[in-house]
């Protein structure tokens, strides 16, 4: 059986570097994959029909999975738009903003003090590196942010 798990990881790993495009269009089974010496040498020629037809199934679920998070567009990484829920004073750190869409969000470095505005617009984008950053409508500071909620 630990052959078989690690057979199964082997191409699992192989599986997942594969091209989004080929992949989806393709499941080559692993009886074909291999010539004779690889198939003998992993051990694959002890598996049943009916375990290499299993192994075959698993494998093509998986990749068809890996497939679909690959060519899946990534909406954690889409901006936030939307307003702050009452009024805007400004921050510091450790402030958290509940927006018009129900996102909390709380700063986590600097601080900046406004006149209080009431709703105000904002638009919450991804670093270019890492971390969100908050923009407040006629505001030229940024806050960097995290998500509660």
Known sequence: MSLYRSLAALVLAVLAT??????????????????????QAAG?????????ATLNRLLRDDQAAVV???T???REQEPVRSSI??????WS???????????SWQVTEGSYSV???????????????SGWYMEVDGHPVKAKVRRLK
């Open 18 to 39: 594969a091209l989004p495009a080929r992949a989806q269009s393709t499941y080559v089974p692993v009886e074909t994959r291999f010539n004779a010496e690889q198939f």
């Open 85 to 90: 829920a009452g009024e805007f004073r400004g």
């Open 72 to 74: 899946a567009p990534d």
């Open 93 to 103: 750190r450790g402030t958290v903003f509940t927006l018009a869409n129900g996102d």
């Open 44 to 52: 694959l020629h002890r598996l049943s029909p009916e375990e290499l």
């Open 115 to 129: 006149r209080p505005v009431s709703n105000p617009s904002v638009t919450i984008r991804p670093g270019v590196i």
């Open 68 to 70: 679909r998070r690959a």
